[in-house]
């Protein structure tokens, strides 16, 4: 499929990934976040085998529309994206692009994968969050989205329902705040902010 280009962005973009347990961490953020505050989020679980109905679920929870990602969907913000199972997540051109999971046995890395592209492909603030989930997808590429810039969050393991993959991230030592999902929002607010006000100072 060919996507046209999307035009260059500088808003924030902000990776939840999350697993087991990972819902009530979702609908626990969502509820705290404003509808107007500037940012794209993308919620990243890594269900495999069967077909995710957070698009379904998570509209009771936010004002934000929220979206099933599809191939070559534009990125903008004030929106919340869901990745669709069975599908590596990448960036090109400000949209989403669609690929078969290049890891289909063991534990899923669909987070890690979707990270490394916002590294690479995203030009404005960049989050990632880590909330609860099984094993430790998304904490390999931690350090690298910190040194590019990027806003690394964990859910403070008390909270979760599963710590293990909040556990994984903080042990990498990238991890700038550990915080639970409802000061996970403020501190998102904070950024959301920040990022404004540097757009608008430039």
């Known amino acids: 499929m060919t996507c046209d280009l999307g035009c260059g962005k500088a808003f924030p973009v902000v990776c939840v990934g999350g697993s087991a347990g990972g819902l009530d961490a979702y609908t626990r953020l969502l509820k705290h976040l404003p509808a107007d505050m500037g940012v794209a989020i993308v919620i990243v679980n890594h269900v495999r085998n069967f077909a995710t109905l957070l698009h379904e679920i998570l509209p009771n929870y936010t004002e934000m529309p929220v979206e099933l990602i599809t191939e070559c969907l534009l990125i903008q913000p004030n929106r919340v994206y869901i990745i669709p199972e069975q599908r590596d997540l990448h960036v090109t051109d400000g949209q989403f692009r669609l690929r078969p999971v290049s890891k289909p046995c063991g534990w899923p890395d669909v987070i890690t994968v979707f990270l490394r592209s916002l590294t690479e492909n995203w030009d404005g603030q960049l989050v990632a969050i880590i909330v609860s989930g099984y094993d430790g997808d998304g904490a390999a590429a931690l350090c690298a989205f910190r040194d590019v ?54």
């Open 149 to 202: 810039g990027g806003i690394t969050i964990a859910q403070r393991p008390d909270t979760a329902k599963q710590p293990d993959m909040p556990e994984s991230a903080i042990a990498t030592g990238c991890i700038y705040f550990i915080l639970s999902p409802e000061e996970i929002a403020v501190e998102l607010v904070r950024i959301a902010h920040s990022a404004s006000k540097t757009h608008i100072d430039d």
